[in-house]
C-alpha cells in the first residue's frame, strides 16, 4: 500500500508504520543505556532451547552480574515461571492481549520495562517469542540479538530465514549434547552462517550437560563488560 506525499513522493503506509516501530526502539535503546543496563534479544524457533540456555546462563552470572528476563510469548507464563526460579527479576509477556503478536514489539516491550528494576541491572535478557521469521524484523532497542539454533532444525535454516542471522550478534548452536543421535553436519551449519553473515560469533552449546557454555558465557561477559566493569 503506498500514499502520496506533499513532495510528491510515494511512501508504503507499511514503511511509515515500521518508522514508528523503529523510533519506539530508540527511545527503548535510551532508556536501556540511561539505566546502564544491555539488553540482549535472544530469538529462535518455537523450542530452540531459548530459556533453557536463560536458565543455564542465569545460574552461572549469579553473583557476578545482576540480571533480569523479560520473556514474550503468545500465551502462558511457563517461560517466566521457569525462570524466575533463578531468583531474578523476570517479566512476562503474553502478546495475546496485543493482537496475538509473533514477536515482540518496542512499543509492548516500553509498557513492561516500568515492572523491571532497570537502574539495579547490568544485564536484560529479552526472550522474544519462539519464531525465526517475524522477530527479526522488529528492532525493540536492544543492544544485540543472539539466534538460538537446535542441532534438530536442520543445517539451512541459515539460508532460509536469512534477516534473522544477518541482524544477529551471536548465533548459538543448542542441544548439541543430541548429535550423536542426529545426522547433522555442524560444519555446514557454519558454511551457511558465513554465507549469509561471513564471520558471525557461534557457540555450540548443551544447556543440558553445560558443554560449550564457557564460550557463550564469555561472550555475555564481554556484553556487559562493553558498558562498564563487572562486579
Ligand atoms: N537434549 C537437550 N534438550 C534441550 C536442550 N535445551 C533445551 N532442550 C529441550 O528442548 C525443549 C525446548 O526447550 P525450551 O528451553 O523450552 O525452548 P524455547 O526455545 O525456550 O521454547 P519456546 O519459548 O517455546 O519457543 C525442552 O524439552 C528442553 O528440555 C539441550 O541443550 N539439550
Ligand atoms: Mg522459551
Redesign the pocket.
Known amino acids: 500500500v503506498t500514499t502520496d506525499e506533499p513532495s510528491g513522493k510515494r511512501v508504503g503506509i507499511m514503511a511509515r508504520v515500521m518508522e514508528a516501530h523503529d523510533e519506539l526502539a530508540a527511545r527503548n535503546r535510551e532508556r536501556f543505556r540511561a539505566a546502564g543496563v544491555v539488553a540482549i534479544d535472544v530469538m529462535?524457533?518455537?523450542?530452540?532451547?531459548?530459556?533453557?540456555?536463560?536458565?543455564a546462563t542465569l545460574a552461572r552470572l549469579e553473583g557476578r552480574l545482576r540480571c533480569g528476563v523479560l520473556?514474550g510469548?503468545i500465551a502462558t507464563t511457563?517461560?517466566a515461571d521457569?525462570l524466575a526460579r533463578s531468583g531474578v527479576p523476570v517479566v512476562q509477556i503474553n502478546t495475546e492481549f496485543f493482537g496475538g503478536s509473533c514477536h515482540l514489539e518496542a512499543g509492548v516491550v516500553a509498557r513492561f520495562l516500568g515492572e523491571m528494576p532497570l537502574d539495579e541491572l547490568d544485564l536484560l535478557f529479552i526472550?522474544n517469542?519462539?519464531?525465526l521469521v517475524c522477530p527479526a524484523e522488529f528492532d525493540i532497542g536492544q543492544a544485540a540479538r543472539v539466534v538460538?539454533l537446535?542441532v534438530t532444525e536442520g543445517e539451512d535454516k541459515p539460508l532460509k530465514y536469512p534477516l534473522a542471522f544477518r541482524g544477529a550478534s551471536q548465533v548459538v548452536l543448542?542441544?548439541?549434547?543430541?548429535v550423536p543421535h542426529l545426522d547433522v553436519d555442524l560444519g555446514a551449519v557454519r558454511t551457511y552462517v558465513d554465507r549469509v553473515h561471513p564471520g558471525l560469533g557461534m557457540c555450540t552449546?548443551?544447556?543440558?550437560?553445560g558443554e560449550g557454555l564457557g564460550a557463550w558465557m564469555d561472550w555475555v561477559e564481554d556484553q556487559a563488560a562493553a558498558r562498564g566493569p563487572l562486579r
Not at 529462535?44 to 530459556?51: I, R, W
Not at 543448542?174 to 543430541?178: E, P
Open positions: 529462535g524457533s518455537p523450542g530452540a532451547g531459548k530459556t533453557a540456555l536463560l536458565e520473556v510469548d511457563n517461560d521457569r526472550e517469542v519462539g519464531n538460538v537446535s543448542s542441544k548439541v549434547d543430541l552449546v548443551s544447556a543440558r550437560t
